[in-house]
């Protein structure tokens, strides 16, 4: 038998995505690229660590909002906003698997937008175009409404529009940070599962960078 992909090549590994035996260069060559990789596969998690290790801080021409500070103390202060944020990517991810890195970091950078202009008086909501990016901000923007809510019966301080802005500017800045170059990418996906583990209550932020 062949590797299915190169046809060349003797299969050796099994392919989650494709449920079948493919050449490890294949598995390296076309992963993120044109297979949609499950984020269970080995294989891509032992990818995704060892890029996490070489990869360089987001250049500052593409650093999202660079002249806004989004502190860490704020940052860990409103971590269950945060977890709740992460959740509602994961879970999204459960039910579509087409929902790639790129997809999410649309549907966070529009809503971030939103929340930017919610403080000003040009005020617009402009949702992604593509499907699953704005399937996930709709999402997103729907837990941000029961979250804000629930604050609201909660003898916690309100979570202001300008704090929803700065902790999407913090996820879209850690999205920029965790993925690829891979057109098909799940590394900030996979990211947020080791992160955000759905059905585990995260007791303590984790000391992840603040980019």
Request: aromatic share 10%; hydrophobic share 35%; net charge neutral.
């Amino acid at each position: 038998m062949a590797c299915p992909i190169c046809e060349k090549r003797p299969p050796k590994r099994f392919c989650p995505a494709k449920s079948e035996k493919i050449c490890a260069i294949c598995c390296g060559r076309e992963r993120e690229v044109s297979i949609d990789c499950l984020l269970s596969c080995h294989y891509l998690i032992s990818a995704h660590r060892h890029e996490a290790e070489h990869r360089k801080p987001i250049a500052p021409e593409e650093f999202p909002y660079r002249d806004l500070k989004v502190s860490p103390d704020f940052v860990y202060q409103q971590w269950a906003a945060i977890t709740g944020l992460a959740n509602t990517i994961l879970a999204f991810r459960t039910r579509d698997k087409n929902l790639n890195d790129a997809a999410a970091i649309q549907a966070i950078e529009a809503l971030a937008e939103t929340y930017r202009t919610l403080g000003t008086d040009i005020y617009y909501e402009r949702p992604p175009d593509a499907s699953e990016p704005r399937a996930l901000y709709a999402r997103l923007a729907e837990f941000l409404g029961e979250f804000r809510k629930k604050q609201d019966h909660a003898d916690v301080p309100d979570l202001k529009d300008s704090d929803v802005f700065h902790l999407l500017v913090f996820l879209l800045r850690v999205g920029k940070q965790e993925t690829n170059s891979r057109p098909r990418s799940v590394a900030f996906i996979g990211f947020l599962s080791e992160k955000f583990p759905l059905g585990e209550t995260v007791q303590e932020p984790p000391r992840i960078v603040i980019p």
